[in-house]
């Protein structure tokens, strides 16, 4: 094992010279970090710092491939479905079928920042009237139009209802472009009444019984047009193999979580740790892939468990974090200032419980979407990320605002304040844009103090 | 007519105020003051000024918050807090083309009578709830066929008016504008979501500017009224329930009314809100259209651009942000655009 | 016989004297906005006249135009800047199809008819990050004059990246950007960049060519540039372009179908 370090870009090309002639297996899609700089213009790549072992280079490669797997899976006859919103739940049905590819439009939101505003897709939303007022993945709206980032969709589905009114909106101008949606309806998940049957989901929530079954009616719906797209008939037998792969997916992810979050020193770096948490919600395209690269990613990570190593201090602050950010150099901010991750809520905590196997799977799949972070309310959101926190040992927690998004002008406040309470670990809110180069003092003084606070509190 | 005891307030369209008052209940959609001391970032300035106008609203027995938008469903969450009164979250499904999508809103009004039912001990007949409707839907054609006979204000402010205290609303005719009085003002619609109180005061601004609101597309207005009820069909209805002659569903036909009339452009797709508005132009014979939406609200500032594209007629986007109405920039506003519309 | 186009901006007052037959601007003069608009807009007037050799008896119509267009107590009628412009850019540059005006508190983007004519338009007086305020504060934090900005994003080889929509978070930015050790030329370079993203933003999409800049910014050098690139359209600055509000004022003015 390559001693773990966390590297700049420019010291992984030595490094990357060095694994290969060490004898580094690489996959199709290897190869040095750099060239995801000169060939496909990701600038920002330059700016990160990085974890050292090749695992993380195949993660890296992996990600940022995404486009040619997808390009390739059309040009072998395979259909595409876009699902928009939904976390978790329309790509573990497309995935059950051999002839259909399933990708995340909204993934798009990192492009302005790996590509430093370079592709023009904010410009372009701004220019369609979608501008800084709207959440970040208003970048999806571009990539739709120069379609220079994914491939158009054979499919595409969107969840809407209790989601945010930003999604909402920019998935109906696209709509409005010439993107026909496949609409579903997510209700707002409300406490059973008294007297009213109810279920407990994932993560612990509760919900009554019909609405419990209005998602598996609205994922029926899907279903069908999944179906239809790929020929073949969707059905429970071949869902519930879908459902079994995906959940083993979901178990590598959840045992690197839990090694990661809970070592005495810090294993895997706060960046790695995102991108491979994006990969339990659409596989970047593929799955059986995507649980190889998991499954290096955690075989690395145990061995440094084991042998005592890592990327930090074993000083370094326990830091829970809530929301994705729109800029990646933020994770690395964090760890330049003392802290280090031990738990997150990217907003789909849901999406890496297991799938109930026990049940059929529509009604398995209905309970896991209706478990999404944000169809409840700020208050049961802040509840698991209690829980979570606490399991995880965190010291502070960071609730990373995304600019524009409806839900986090008033989640943010409900949040902290519950943890303060029940906690009484201290808490700070911060704003992360696309890019955050000019507002890099700002978050530094931010996140110092927070680690400077839990650090005095731990005296 | 049932003896009114309680007070129940909400802003969205969707809260049928015959189902509040057939359970003896006052339904009540009040229209809150824009806040003074601005609403926090990222959060809607109506939201927030409703949020500090249930506050105030001391005399209400509960709030009914609905999720047709997401700033206020998340506002609902914090209101139990701030007003230590009985809250209750609406679903109202943003999806609308399948049976699924209205047994829900319908299974939403069940519920919401169970939540009002705690509230007031009643459980409507069906013939209660039919003599409402019927005269609601009355008092509603009422305030429409008067609408040539009032200058715009006056017909939308009507309008909040039976929405804020439709129990107790009596026809007071204003009086009626001078014959031709609207012969040199330009005919235009006005379109958006919910107006605050002094934000009536656009109406005035718009005729000084030389044009007058010929459709008030905004969610106080026109737009949002259910459908009319046939009122023989209601007859029919009412007598069948009260005669317990037939298993006829009184509320089947107020969740159709709402839930399949009311355009909207937070409705997925919203194609039926842009049907809507293509038709009153043609028939109101609109010369430009103005727009007026909060800052952050997602869902009516995606879709101004498509609306200028489409409609295909002068279009005018009007911000209306923390500080609320601000009469001199607007009227500015104003006065080009109809300077553009007669060019 | 004269007609006279006066726009009370709200930096500066302009007069523009133009011959009723012919067209052709008599005279033209600028005075700098004040507390009593009206007093100064009448000096000003008085003063061209005298030095054309014209009287007050001369002038058919007068039409006044800008924020303070309801003070001048000698206008005949008041028309907004929105239709001045276009009038006054379409006298100039009868070909043009889309007008940007930046002006010190507000921005503009209007798009015409063939006739010169506004079909549209769209205007941003909120947010100052989308004004010549922005170059003021930019100028004012850095301590350089406003003529130098020019210069300064000329020489930049790498512009700075400027996120927040509202200018006093814009101005921490700015510190921020100082404090990482960002040029000074880079950031006078960001922030035209900036205000030009704002004007595409308000724009929409397909900017009608030819663009025709105007408005008191339009002086600055370096932001045709900035708006070139944000627009991906090339444009050109109308001729005197703090004049065209008050010419389009004095066109109007002369032009007896004109109805209000």
């Known amino acids: 094992m390559n001693e773990p370090r966390i590297i700049s870009f420019d010291e992984w090309d030595s490094h990357y010279i060095q694994l290969r002639d060490a004898g580094m297996m690489e996959p199709s899609y290897g190869g040095p970090l750099r060239r995801h700089v000169d060939d496909g213009g990701d600038t920002r790549l330059l700016r990160l710092r990085y974890d050292n072992s090749a695992a993380s280079l195949r993660l890296w490669n992996f990600l940022l491939t995404e486009e040619d797997r997808l390009r390739a899976a059309r040009a072998e006859g395979k259909k595409l479905v876009g699902t928009m919103k939904d976390l978790?739940?329309?790509?573990?049905?497309?995935?059950?079928?051999?002839?259909?590819?399933a990708f995340y439009p909204d993934g798009a939101w990192w492009i302005p920042c790996v590509m430093e505003m370079n592709a023009g897709l904010l410009s372009i939303a701004s220019s369609l009237g979608i501008d800084e007022t709207f959440c970040p993945v208003r970048a999806m709206i571009g990539a739709f139009v120069t379609q220079a980032h994914f491939p158009l969709p054979d499919l595409l589905t969107c969840s809407v209802g209790a989601t945010c009114d930003d999604f909402s909106a920019i998935a109906q101008r696209l709509e409005g472009l010439d993107h026909p949606i496949l609409w579903w309806e997510i209700p707002s998940r409300r406490h059973p009444d008294t007297n009213e049957a109810?279920?407990?989901?994932?993560?612990?929530?509760?919900?009554?019984?019909?609405?419990?079954?209005?998602?598996?009616?609205?994922?029926?719906?899907?279903?069908?047009?999944?179906?239809?797209?790929?020929?073949?008939?969707?059905?429970?037998?071949?869902l519930a193999r879908g459902i079994r792969a995906a959940n083993r997916v979901r178990r590598i992810l959840s045992e690197l979580r839990i090694l990661v979050f809970t070592a005495e020193i810090c294993p895997m770096p706060a960046l790695e740790m995102q991108i491979a948490e994006m990969l339990a919600i659409h596989y970047c395209s593929d799955r059986e892939e995507a649980e190889i690269v998991l499954c290096e990613l955690l075989t690395e990570?145990?061995?440094?468990?084991?042998?005592?190593?890592?990327?930090?201090?074993?000083?370094?602050?326990?830091?829970?974090?809530?929301?994705?950010?729109?800029?990646?150099?933020?994770?690395?901010?964090?760890?330049?200032?003392?802290?280090?991750?031990?738990?997150?809520?990217?907003?789909?905590?849901?999406?890496?419980?297991?799938?109930?196997?026990?049940?059929?799977?529509?009604?398995?799949?209905?309970?896991?979407?209706?478990?999404?972070?944000?169809?409840?309310?700020?208050?049961?959101?802040?509840?698991?990320?209690?829980?979570?926190?606490?399991?995880?040992?965190?010291?502070?927690?960071?609730?990373?605002?995304?600019?524009?998004?409806?839900?986090?002008?008033?989640?943010?406040?409900?949040?902290?304040?519950?943890?303060?309470?029940?906690?009484?670990?201290?808490?700070?809110?911060?704003?992360?844009?696309?890019?955050?180069?000019?507002?890099?003092?700002?978050?530094?003084?931010?996140?110092?103090?927070?680690?400077?606070?839990?650090?005095?509190?731990?005296? | 007519m049932l003896q009114v005891s309680k007070r129940i307030i909400y802003s969205c369209p969707f809260v049928p105020a015959e189902w509040i008052a057939a359970h003896g209940l006052e339904p009540s959609r009040i229209i809150p003051k824009m806040t003074s001391s601005g609403a926090p970032n990222g959060v809607c300035?109506?939201?927030?000024?409703?949020?500090?106008?249930?506050?105030?609203?001391?005399?209400?027995?509960?709030?009914?918050?609905?999720?047709?938008?997401?700033?206020?469903?998340?506002?609902?969450?914090?209101?139990?807090?701030?007003?230590?009164?009985?809250?209750?979250?609406?679903?109202?499904?943003?999806?609308?083309?399948?049976?699924?999508?209205?047994?829900?809103?319908?299974?939403?009004?069940?519920?919401?009578?169970?939540?009002?039912?705690?509230?007031?001990?009643?459980?409507?007949?069906?013939?209660?709830?039919?003599?409402?409707?019927?005269?609601?839907?009355?008092?509603?054609?009422?305030?429409?066929?008067?609408?040539?006979?009032?200058?715009?204000?006056?017909?939308?402010?009507?309008?909040?008016?039976?929405?804020?205290?439709?129990?107790?609303?009596?026809?007071?005719m204003p009086k009626p504008t001078p014959q031709g009085s609207r012969n040199n003002l330009l005919p235009v619609a006005l379109i958006g979501g919910p107006l605050t109180s002094e934000a009536f005061g656009i109406f005035d601004l718009i005729e000084q500017a030389g044009g007058y609101v010929a459709l008030d597309g905004t969610e106080t207005g026109e737009r949002t009224l259910p459908a009319a009820f046939d009122r023989r069909s209601i007859a029919i209805l009412r007598l069948s329930n009260i005669l317990r002659l037939s298993k006829d569903d009184p509320l089947g036909t107020l969740a159709d009314a709402y839930f399949g009339h009311i355009p909207d452009p937070f409705r997925r797709p919203n194609s039926e809100f842009f049907k809507w508005l293509k038709q009153m132009i043609d028939e109101r014979g609109i010369r430009g259209i103005i727009l007026r939406h909060y800052l952050w609200c997602d869902i009516w500032r995606a879709e101004a651009q498509r609306i200028a594209d489409w409609a295909g007629l002068p279009f005018l986007e009007l911000d209306a942000g923390d500080g609320g109405l601000e009469p001199s920039r607007t009227l500015f506003r104003l006065e080009a655009f109809m300077e553009v519309i007669t060019q | 016989m004269i007609s006279v186009g006066v726009d009370a901006g709200s930096r500066a007052i302009k007069i523009v004297l133009l011959d009723t037959q012919s067209r052709e601007v008599v005279a033209?003069?600028?005075?700098?906005?004040?507390?009593?608009?009206?007093?100064?807009?009448?000096?000003?007037?008085?003063?061209?006249?005298?030095?054309?050799?014209?009287?007050?008896?001369?002038?058919?119509?007068?039409?006044?135009?800008?924020?303070?267009?309801?003070?001048?107590?000698?206008?005949?009628?008041?028309?907004?800047?929105?239709?001045?412009?276009?009038?006054?850019?379409?006298?100039?540059?009868?070909?043009?199809?889309?007008?940007?005006?930046?002006?010190?508190?507000?921005?503009?983007?209007?798009?015409?008819?063939?006739?010169?004519?506004?079909?549209?338009?769209?205007?941003?007086?909120?947010?100052?990050?989308?004004?010549?305020?922005?170059?003021?504060?930019?100028?004012?934090?850095?301590?350089?004059?406003?003529?130098?900005?020019?210069?300064?994003?000329?020489?930049?080889?790498?512009?700075?990246?400027?996120?927040?929509?509202?200018?006093?978070?814009?101005?921490?930015?700015?510190?921020?950007?100082?404090?990482?050790?960002?040029?000074?030329?880079?950031?006078?370079?960001?922030?035209?960049?900036?205000?030009?993203?704002?004007?595409?933003?308000?724009?929409?999409?397909?900017?009608?060519?030819?663009?025709?800049?105007?408005?008191?910014?339009?002086?600055?050098?370096?932001?045709?540039?900035?708006?070139?690139?944000?627009?991906?359209?090339?444009?050109?600055?109308?001729?005197?372009?703090?004049?065209?509000?008050?010419?389009?004022?004095?066109?109007?003015?002369?032009?007896?179908?004109?109805?209000?």
């Open chain 2, 45 to 172: 300035p109506y939201a927030q000024a409703f949020t500090e106008a249930i506050a105030e609203e001391s005399d209400a027995a509960a709030i009914i918050f609905t999720t047709v938008c997401d700033q206020m469903r998340r506002i609902s969450e914090t209101a139990a807090a701030r007003t230590f009164k009985p809250i209750f979250l609406m679903n109202v499904p943003h999806t609308w083309q399948n049976p699924g999508a209205h047994r829900l809103y319908r299974d939403e009004l069940e519920r919401l009578g169970r939540f009002l039912e705690k509230l007031s001990g009643t459980n409507p007949s069906g013939g209660d709830l039919t003599g409402i409707m019927s005269q609601y839907g009355e008092i509603r054609q009422q305030i429409l066929d008067s609408r040539p006979n009032l200058t715009a204000r006056q017909f939308s402010e009507m309008m909040a008016a039976f929405h804020h205290n439709p129990c107790c609303f009596g026809i007071l």
């Open chain 1, 301 to 459: 990570v145990r061995a440094r468990v084991s042998e005592g190593v890592g990327v930090l201090s074993a000083e370094a602050v326990r830091v829970f974090w809530v929301n994705p950010v729109a800029d990646l150099r933020t994770m690395n901010l964090l760890e330049d200032c003392g802290g280090r991750i031990c738990g997150t809520e990217y907003l789909f905590a849901h999406a890496l419980d297991e799938i109930r196997e026990d049940l059929p799977p529509m009604e398995a799949l209905a309970r896991i979407a209706l478990a999404d972070p944000m169809v409840g309310s700020a208050n049961d959101r802040a509840q698991r990320i209690i829980e979570d926190a606490c399991a995880f040992g965190a010291e502070a927690v960071i609730i990373s605002r995304i600019p524009g998004a409806s839900h986090c002008a008033t989640e943010g406040e409900v949040i902290a304040d519950l943890v303060r309470s029940e906690l009484g670990l201290p808490v700070v809110e911060i704003e992360v844009p696309p890019i955050t180069d000019a507002m890099i003092p700002t978050l530094r003084t931010r996140i110092e103090a927070l680690i400077e606070t839990a650090i005095r509190r731990n005296e």
């Open chain 3, 28 to 260: 033209s003069g600028v005075v700098a906005q004040g507390v009593h608009s009206n007093d100064l807009a009448n000096d000003l007037l008085r003063d061209l006249l005298e030095r054309s050799g014209l009287g007050v008896g001369d002038i058919t119509r007068t039409v006044a135009t800008g924020y303070a267009r309801n003070m001048i107590d000698f206008a005949d009628t008041t028309v907004t800047e929105i239709t001045c412009h276009a009038r006054g850019v379409h006298n100039v540059a009868p070909e043009a199809a889309t007008i940007v005006e930046i002006g010190g508190q507000d921005s503009k983007l209007l798009r015409l008819g063939s006739n010169g004519s506004v079909r549209d338009f769209s205007m941003n007086d909120r947010c100052a990050a989308g004004t010549g305020r922005f170059l003021e504060v930019v100028a004012d934090r850095l301590s350089v004059p406003l003529d130098q900005l020019g210069p300064m994003a000329a020489r930049s080889q790498n512009p700075a990246s400027i996120s927040s929509t509202c200018i006093v978070f814009a101005e921490t930015e700015i510190i921020g950007l100082l404090a990482t050790g960002i040029s000074a030329d880079d950031i006078v370079a960001g922030v035209q960049n900036s205000i030009a993203i704002r004007i595409a933003a308000m724009a929409g999409r397909g900017v009608a060519a030819p663009v025709v800049f105007t408005g008191g910014v339009a002086i600055v050098p370096g932001m045709d540039r900035a708006l070139e690139s944000a627009l991906g359209q090339s444009i050109s600055i109308a001729p005197n372009p703090q004049m065209t509000g008050a010419l389009g004022a004095a066109i109007i003015a002369a032009d007896k179908n004109y109805n209000k």
């Open chain 1, 88 to 101: 978790g739940t329309v790509p573990v049905m497309a995935y059950s079928l051999p002839n259909l590819v």
């Open chain 1, 198 to 238: 109810s279920i407990i989901l994932p993560g612990g929530f509760s919900a009554p019984v019909s609405q419990v079954e209005f998602v598996k009616s609205e994922l029926e719906r899907i279903r069908i047009s999944i179906s239809n797209l790929a020929g073949m008939p969707l059905d429970d037998k071949t």
